[in-house]
């Protein structure tokens, strides 16, 4: 099955640095979201996005949907310690209207020095 | 509001034994997924359940894989018999589709490693 390409594979950064990653699909998607996986735990869902261009914010966090729906870049300005984690792009066909299974890129790792 | 619940959290077996996993989805959720995530992969979606009938399971290996979901509520996903390449966590996700919006929420997972 298709897998997004996401990157960069893993980021090793200073608190209070900006962090940007990107994701990119040879196919469109109509729905971008962005998750973010604890060890232990499942995938927390930080930013949805549901229009081409779009660009949306959730405190530290910045998202965009690229204008092909072919890509989208995540934002986290100033990290902090609590920020460490697997980062997970994800696109929806939603083809067809309804509910559609995800489809995951392999995540970026993303690992602050205090 | 309770999230998805999923048992067991570990699982321990030999290959060629079968073994099976259960997720309660978030209460009203119509759809339900199955995912299996290798270590160091995303997610990958096995099958998709909308109520008791099956959306999409193009990416569920049937010849050991098996799932289902009776009342449209809590479901079932069984491998029988597992091979070591089966060793992943295994996550379930429900979702409500409201308003062209579709956001999928996950249980903990199910983490299997077979010897």
């Known amino acids: 099955g298709q897998q997004l390409n996401q990157s960069p594979q893993s980021m090793f950064i200073q608190e209070g640095e900006d962090v940007s990653m990107n994701c990119t699909s040879s196919?469109?998607?109509?729905?971008w979201l962005w998750y973010k996986q604890d060890p232990g735990e499942g995938p927390v869902l930080l930013i949805a996005l549901y229009k081409a261009g779009e660009l949306t914010s959730n405190g530290r966090l910045t998202a965009q949907f690229g204008i092909t729906r072919k890509d989208s870049f995540l934002n986290i300005s100033a990290s902090i310690p609590s920020d460490v984690g697997i980062y997970f792009c994800?696109?929806?066909?939603?083809?067809?209207?309804?509910?559609?299974?995800?489809?995951f890129g392999k995540g970026t790792h993303l690992i602050i020095q205090p | 509001e309770a999230g998805v619940a999923q048992s067991p959290r570990y699982k321990i077996i030999e290959k060629r034994q079968s073994v099976a996993f259960w997720c309660n989805p978030i209460s009203g959720h119509a759809t339900l997924y199955w995912y299996q995530q290798i270590l160091g992969q995303g997610p990958k979606l096995l099958i998709q359940?909308?109520?008791?009938?099956?959306?999409?399971d193009s990416q569920l290996p049937k010849d050991r894989f098996s799932a289902e979901r009776l009342k449209g509520v809590d479901s079932t996903l069984k491998i029988q018999p597992a091979k070591l390449e089966d060793s992943a966590v295994y996550l379930c996700?429900?979702?409500?589709?409201?308003?062209?919006?579709?956001?999928?929420?996950f249980g903990a997972g199910t983490r299997l490693s077979v010897l």
């Open positions: 359940f909308q109520n008791n009938g099956v959306v999409d």
């Open positions: 996700a429900s979702s409500s589709y409201r308003d062209a919006k579709n956001i999928q929420y």
């Open positions: 994800a696109g929806e066909p939603n083809s067809g209207g309804g509910a559609d299974g995800l489809t």
């Open positions: 196919s469109i998607f109509n729905t």
